[in-house]
């Protein structure tokens, strides 16, 4: 069993920039490919980036390509996302997610753990 616990959400202005984390509980956390999905009121789940355990590949929803970064940090048991640029179209809820198949997958179902998420809210 894995536990995720998101942080770094918060309220910023759009242009700005905001930096997520994930912490992973378990000794396996290098082996799970790890995912950033987000929900704004009223709309489903979507896929924002996702890193295999590697490190390599990443992919990215369209709207975030240039602005965000997913990165981990398999020593700390960590993911993160850099979101820079911000825009009031970003703000949803931030879902961490792992696949115990280690893969970047940017498919909501193909996911075994979730975090309990982190408001991120961009004004204009």
């Known amino acids: 069993q894995v536990q995720l616990v998101e942080s770094g959400g918060g309220l910023v202005q759009a242009g700005g920039s905001l930096r997520l984390s994930c912490a992973a509980s378990?000794?396996?956390?290098?082996?799970?490919?790890m995912g950033w999905f987000r929900q704004a009121p009223g709309k489903e789940r979507e896929f924002v980036a996702a890193?295999?355990?590697?490190?390599?590949?990443?992919y990215y929803i369209d709207s975030v390509k240039g602005r965000f970064t997913i990165s981990r940090d398999n020593a700390k048991n960590t993911v993160y996302l850099q979101m820079n640029s911000l825009k009031p179209e970003d703000t949803a809820v931030y879902y961490c997610a792992a696949n115990r198949r280690g893969r970047a997958f940017s498919t909501y179902g193909l996911y075994d753990y979730w975090g309990q998420g982190t408001q991120v809210t961009v004004s204009s």
């Open positions: 890193i295999s355990w590697s490190g390599a590949p990443t």
């Open positions: 378990g000794r396996t956390f290098s082996s799970y490919g």
